[in-house]
């Protein structure tokens, strides 16, 4: 699983950043990525929990309540087509 680490970043920076390393994954064919926000205030959380709900091929990994995860990252499913499948069409 692929992290992205926006922790300490400025907000445009971490928005940015987030972007560009999603779309790398998706073109990866990756399936699942970790962002790495922090707690803080809670700021760079909301940012990525929104862009995340904005893209229709990013859905939020639900966790299960049994198991105390890092409440500073948030798992995040992309939905895409194979990694053979993208690499095809890059031909």
Known sequence: MRTIYIRKLRFEE????????????????????EILHGIGEGILQRMAI????????????????MFRGNPGATQVEILAPSKEYINRLRK
Not at 50 to 65: A, G, H, I, N, Q
Request: net charge negative; with cysteine.
């Open 14 to 33: 971490a928005r940015l950043k987030l972007e560009k390393e999603i779309n790398d994954a998706f073109m990866d064919g990756e399936q699942f990525v």
């Open 50 to 65: 929104d862009y995340v709900e904005s893209c229709d091929f990013l859905k939020l990994v639900d966790r299960d309540p």
